[in-house]
């Protein structure tokens, strides 16, 4: 990429696609195409077709996607399947028409085996089942890598892959019901200490309700009271976060410096034939930090930075998912890149965020 080339960020007020909008601009990037969802729904077979017509872009980065916590992902399951499938083939398939020259192609660490061994490789994928919770996302997922693989086998294209960990900070979804736990945490622990100091106007502003009585109703129905918090589960799944804008960072590296071909020349040059299948079969790269902590940990951090002193109570009636998926970066960090934001640090971040936000 140079810094006159025509990159098309889709999801560019997302979580991850902000980031990356802003890293690429601090880059010195300086032609950068996007569209809102309401400009353009990906969705649409015929409108994202004009759209590369008109366009052309000569870089893609496909960070748009249908995405939620694990109550959302089980509850939405045909929407997680049929928008993230219907996204992905529209501009994975309209990238190979219009001759893009690289796209990145945004999966999920969810592709891997609800029971894989930890840390998790790139070469774990299919190789047992998946977690229920998020199976059709996982799925959708899935298949946006091995359609990657299959038009970079077939048509020569240069798609890559990444599967990122859980990821957080601006820009992100801090729904009660449908974000994932860092955010929802950072709001339900937030409230929490606002009721505890009777700031019933923030409390009110916050959730954009009439009253301070309609506010405790609804909390409620999120365990969520001057006293104490409700964690879903029992608190002891882990998990790894990484900041978005490291995860962006991470992403724009990739597209510079790894290309599909050269890996697949490079192996076939040194290779035998089935290692390069099993190479092939792999060229996805997970970005992560490398290290988990539980959900009991992450909510004691929190509210620790945020300062509440009520109680955590743990709903064992909601779902745990994974037990554990802790990526393996080894591939990642070999390539010259590591994380730099870290777990309490990021935290701090992005509570001073939401407070600014909301
Ligand atoms: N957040 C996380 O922890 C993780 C995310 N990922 C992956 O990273 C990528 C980005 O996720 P994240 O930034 O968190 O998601 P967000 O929900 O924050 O952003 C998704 C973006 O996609 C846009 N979008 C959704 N549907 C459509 C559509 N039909 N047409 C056009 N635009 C659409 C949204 O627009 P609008 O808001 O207007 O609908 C939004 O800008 C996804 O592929 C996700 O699977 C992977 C692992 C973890
Ligand atoms: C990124 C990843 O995100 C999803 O997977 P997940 O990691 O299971 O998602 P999560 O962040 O929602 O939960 C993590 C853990 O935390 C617990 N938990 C506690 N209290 C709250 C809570 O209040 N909200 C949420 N959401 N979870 C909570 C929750 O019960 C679980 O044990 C995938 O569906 C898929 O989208 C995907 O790829």
Not at 46 to 65: G, H, N, R, T
Request: hydrophobic share 40%; net charge neutral; charged share 25%.
């Amino acid at each position: 990429m140079n810094k006159n080339s025509k990159i098309y960020v889709a999801g560019h007020r997302g979580l991850v696609g902000s980031a990356i909008l802003k890293n690429l601009q601090v880059k010195g990037y300086n032609n950068i195409v996007t569209r809102t969802h309401k400009e353009l729904d990906l969705t649409n077979q015929v409108d994202v077709a004009s759209f590369f017509k008109e366009e052309q872009p000569e870089y893609v980065f496909l960070a748009a996607a249908k995405v939620g916590g694990i109550v959302a992902n089980n509850v939405y399951r045909a929407d997680f399947i049929y928008e993230n499938m219907m996204i992905q083939n529209n501009v994975i398939h309209q990238s190979y028409i219009h001759n893009v020259k690289k796209l990145l192609f945004l999966g999920s660490t969810c592709i891997y085996p609800k029971h894989a061994p930890q840390p998790m490789k790139e070469e774990y994928l299919l190789t047992d089942t998946l977690e229920y919770t998020n199976e059709p996302y996982a799925i959708a997922k899935i298949a946006g890598i091995k359609m990657c693989e299959s038009y970079n086998l077939q048509y020569g294209t240069n798609f890559i892959s990444v599967m990122p960990t859980n990821l957080y900070g601006p820009n992100d979804n801090f729904d009660l019901e449908r974000s994932h736990v860092l955010p929802a945490l950072i709001r339900k622990i937030h409230l929490a200490k606002l009721l505890s100091e009777s700031r019933y106007d923030a409390v009110i502003k916050d959730l954009g309700v009439s009253d301070i009585e309609e506010a405790k109703d609804y909390l409620a129905t999120f365990g969520v009271s001057e006293q104490s918090v409700e964690i879903w589960g029992s608190g002891k799944p882990k998990r790894e976060f990484l900041w978005s804008e490291d995860m962006a960072d991470a992403c724009v590296f990739l597209m510079e410096k790894r290309d599909f071909k050269d890996i697949i020349i490079a192996n076939a040059m040194k290779q035998s034939v089935e290692t390069t299948q099993k190479e092939i079969r792999n060229t996805h790269i997970n970005i992560g930090t490398g290290t988990d902590v539980s959900i009991k940990e992450l909510a004691e951090t929190i509210r620790e930075i945020i300062g509440f002193k009520g109680n955590l109570v743990f709903n064992t009636e909601k779902p745990d998912g994974t037990m554990r998926k802790l990526t393996d970066v080894s591939k990642l960090n070999g390539l010259g890149w590591k994380y730099k934001v870290a777990l309490s640090e990021g935290v701090e971040r992005i509570y001073e965020w939401y407070v600014a936000r909301f």
